[in-house]
């Protein structure tokens, strides 16, 4: 199918285009230049006095796997507010608001303009789980990253301190269980979760069965990420989250892996969830500043803001002891697992409130993050969906970005201490649509490796959000109202060159790729360090080896992407 | 008390009357069919209002006879179904005002979430029936099934019946009272097993007796058992003997003995459960620590 997208102002920062006015031709699912389709024949979409941009890539929301399904059956109560309807022959049906079916994760994201979006946490055992739910969501591209950092393989080639076995063991894993990127969430807190510790535990805290710390653990996989080349870097969720006083923890993460490699090296996630000051949380203020001044000087770190959302909320992670804290606050529903060698998750349904100093404060810091960092390219929109909000509330997001008035309606019905304690009042600076854009598409996308995703050039992959926003016309700092408006409902979404979305209705349901990652090389190394993994399979896990691989034909449109190791 | 249909029929009310035209075969989603929307409407725009028919979308004419007219306001409403409505869900959702009275059997949520008036059903109802339901009256002279002023799963604290009155003539099912936190259920007849999980407030009153487990994990208001409990849950403890209990106005002779609990719930333990006859297993036991 030849589509020509006509007359839109294009926002496509990895090519330096900057509202011009453009045609986009699509054929065969990807763009190619406008010479090259029959204009006559192809569908022209006239998108003059519109916004023209690729489609958005979210790099971290929870949207499948065993954790995220177990939040579906503990709230039965999130499923009766919301809903979609099934359309004979164009979607599938579908409930929930922050823990919504599968159907309508990818329908939800299509109408809002997003086409590719990373799952970022799963145990390598139940990683099965995940592929089966990524499967079954409509059109976007997905992705996921297992979960390492408490691997016992991991951790043993740490203490051992064997960088190459470690490598070895990381890229037969990534390829067995189809994995994008190493994830490290709370680096060894979900071993001592086993042991019914693991809260509290910071960056130099001894791990006790190999005694390895944090920083080992971290630097390590930092290392490993090196020597594979692997398309992203280390996404690492830090240590001590939500704890007053976290963010020098943060500060100290991304100081342990400064100077590994060049470029970037480490990506902290949700990162508003790492960055608070003061000792309890009656006393608690905002530790943004500090790392905003940390990632602006160097060019190592990235981030992305994990902006809360006021209302409902699904906290899971794999930080088990948190959510085990969490529950203690809230004494509301709480569910915890461990995950044999490997991991361990909580889930614990919380509200966020305005009249809150805790939640109202966490509001403010995600956006100070992203206001307080300089260059977009270095902070990443994301809400940790659903753990800040759903994800369906982007576009509030976007708004609050780019509109400081948008931002004091908001502040004026938040907490009056938190108001008082905040920086954002302060903070004048507002992103315009070139700036959304980056964060939102081209940002995301070139961190994560994925190079036919995130821009408009020839050869990209056919992924086009269209926006009913006239940039000439609209004033989004005024008239925030109208773009949230437009990014809740895309005038458009092209999916790799068929017309998804139409009006903000979704008009077809296809199904989008998987990707993961294909190490060349090391070839010795990896036979040999997969015999000592087969034999202490064994040992240490209750199913068999060859269960737990994943092969090609189980996934439904797999898409490998190859690396080379570089020893 | 309600009084009956034939005396409502001689008020200046406003009536509607709908009579099925056949024999329903799937579930029906009507929550159309209240005062509050049928107030200040004409008879052809209430023959209009849309249904569910096994999800899909009919007239509410498509499925029933309609004649009458109704008031202004929906305290002038009074609808009459004469017919059996087993099949007929959400009869009376969120109505604030005026009177449903069913001449046979109504189906599921009937009067879920109501704020007001009265609902009389002369048959049967089926599951949830109050549920949610923050005051006015129902009057059921045949059975109910589960779930009767109870709130939907999932959701914590407060949330299920806050307020007005169930009377149920004959059985209910399990699970009557799930988390309610205010009102009264007044049952004639036996109820099924944990009647008033969950809850925080409120009364329900069973005449004859239940399966058992009453009481689990409540953490306020009262469960008076006239019947046969069945088994009393060990983390109930017997407080006293009351002679007579005193409920929406009518006395009912004793002795009962009063337990607290649920002390796994909250340790304050606020609920009572108050029973007539208790289980001979325990019999001893109660009377030792009683004397």
């Not at chain 1, 910071?202 to 490993?224: A, G, K, S, W």
């Not at chain 2, 959702?93 to 009275?101: S, V």
């Not at chain 2, 939907?152 to 806050?162: D, F, N, Q, T, V």
């Not at chain 2, 409120?202 to 409540?218: E, Q, V, W």
Request: with cysteine; proline share 4%.
């Amino acid at each position: 199918m030849e589509i020509l997208v006509r007359n839109g102002f294009v926002f496509d920062p990895l090519n330096n285009i900057n509202g011009e006015i453009l045609d986009i031709a699509i054929k065969n699912g990807k763009i190619v230049d406008s010479s090259e389709i029959n204009v006559s024949k192809a569908k022209v979409i006239d998108a003059s006095g519109k916004t023209v941009m690729p489609g958005g890539v979210d790099i971290h929301s929870h949207i499948a796997g065993p954790k995220v399904n177990t939040g579906r059956l503990m709230r039965p109560e999130d499923h009766y507010v919301s809903f979609m309807k099934f359309i004979p022959g164009v979607r599938r049906s579908g409930t929930g608001k922050t823990t919504p079916s599968t159907g309508i994760i990818g329908y939800r994201y299509a109408r809002m303009g997003w086409t590719t979006v990373i799952e970022p946490a799963t145990p390598p055992l139940e990683t099965r789980h995940t592929h089966e739910e990524l499967d079954d969501i409509p059109i976007i591209d997905k992705a996921c990253f297992p979960l390492l950092d408490t691997n016992w393989f991991v951790m043993k080639y740490v203490s051992e301190k064997d960088y190459e076995k470690c490598s070895a063991y990381v890229a037969w894993i990534l390829e067995a269980i189809k994995g994008y990127a190493i994830k490290i969430v709370d680096p060894g807190c979900a071993e001592l979760w086993s042991y019914g510790r693991g809260y509290n535990i910071d960056i130099d805290d001894q791990i006790p069965p190999y005694n390895v710390t944090p920083r080992e653990i971290v630097r390590t996989l930092c290392r490993v990420n090196k020597i594979l080349n692997l398309p992203h870097t280390i996404h690492v969720h830090c240590n001590r989250l939500g704890i007053p006083g976290n963010y020098e923890t943060t500060l100290e993460t991304m100081k342990s892996v400064a100077g590994i490699g060049d470029g970037v090296n480490i990506h902290v996630t949700h990162c508003q969830f790492n960055a608070y000051a003061g000792e309890s949380w009656p006393t608690l203020e905002s530790g943004s500043e500090s790392i905003a001044r940390y990632v602006n000087k160097r060019g190592h770190v990235t981030l992305d803001i994990g902006q809360i959302i006021f209302g409902g909320a699904t906290t899971m992670t794999a930080d088990a002891s948190f959510e085990f804290a969490l529950y203690h606050m809230y004494r509301g529903k709480w569910s915890s697992k461990d995950v044999e060698a490997e991991s361990a998750s909580g889930i614990v349904p919380i509200k966020y409130k305005r009249k809150s100093l805790v939640n109202a404060l966490q509001w403010c810091i995600g956006l100070e993050l992203a206001l307080l960092v300089e260059n977009p390219w270095k902070v990443l929109l994301t809400t940790d969906h659903p753990n800040g909000g759903p994800f369906t509330r982007y576009p509030w997001v976007i708004s609050w970005v780019m509109s400081r008035k948008a931002r004091e309606e908001v502040l004026k019905t938040i907490n009056k201490k938190a108001y008082r304690r905040a920086i954002l009042p302060s903070i004048e600076r507002e992103y315009s649509l070139y700036d959304v854009a980056v964060m939102t598409r081209a940002a995301p996308a070139k961190l994560t490796g994925l190079s036919s995703k995130g821009h408009l050039g020839v050869g990209a992959d056919a992924d086009v959000a269209i926006y009913d926003i006239n940039p000439r016309e609209i004033n989004p700092s005024r008239d925030y109202d109208k773009i949230i408006k437009a990014f809740r409902y895309a005038y458009c979404t092209i999916k790799n060159g068929e017309i998804v979305v139409m009006n903000g209705e979704v008009v077809k349901t296809i199904y989008g790729k998987t990707f993961y990652v294909r190490v060349e090389g090391m070839d010795e190394l990896k036979s040999r360090v997969k015999s000592e993994v087969v034999e202490k399979f064994k040992e240490w896990y209750s199913v068999d080896i060859r269960s737990y691989e994943i092969a090609d034909d189980e996934l439904r449109n797999p898409c490998s992407v190859m690396v080379k190791a570089l020893r | 008390m309600l009084s009956n249909g034939e005396g409502i029929k001689v008020s200046i009310m406003g009536e509607v009357i709908l009579t099925p035209k056949e024999v329903f075969k799937v579930l029906i989603d009507a929550e159309t069919i209240s005062p509050d929307k049928f107030a200040g409407k004409t008879i052809n725009q209430i023959k209009s209002l849309r249904v569910y028919e096994g999800g899909r979308k009919r007239a509410l004419s498509d499925l029933f006879n309609i004649e009458g007219d109704a008031g202004s306001s929906p305290q002038e409403v009074s609808i009459v179904i004469n017919g059996d409505v087993g099949k007929v869900s959400r009869i009376g959702e969120l109505m604030t005002a005026g009177k449903i009275i069913v001449n046979g059997n109504a189906g599921h949520y009937l009067g879920f979430r109501m704020k007001g008036g009265s609902i009389e059903v002369k048959g049967n109802v089926r599951m949830w029936l109050g549920a949610e339901m923050a005051g006015g009256q129902i009057e059921v002279y045949g059975s109910a099934q589960d779930y009767v002023g109870a709130c939907l799963i999932g959701k914590r604290g407060k949330k299920g019946m806050k307020g007005g009155t169930i009377i149920i003539h004959g059985n209910a099912g399990s699970e009557i009272g799930f988390s309610m936190g205010g009102g009264t259920i007044i049952v004639d007849g036996n109820a099924g097993s944990l009647p008033g999980v969950g809850m925080m407030g409120g009364t329900i009153l069973i005449k004859g007796g239940c399966i058992g487990k009453a009481g689990a994990r409540m953490t306020g208001g009262r469960i008076i058992i006239c019947g046969d409990p069945g088994d009393i849950l060990p983390s109930f403890y017997i407080d006293e003997v009351r002679p007579n209990i005193k409920v929406a106005g009518v006395t009912y002779q004793g002795p009962f003995y009063t337990f607290i609990g649920d002390v796994l719930a909250d340790v304050k333990c606020l609920g009572r459960l108050m029973v007539r006859n208790i289980p001979s297993s325990q019999q001893m036991y109660i009377n030792k620590i009683l004397s």
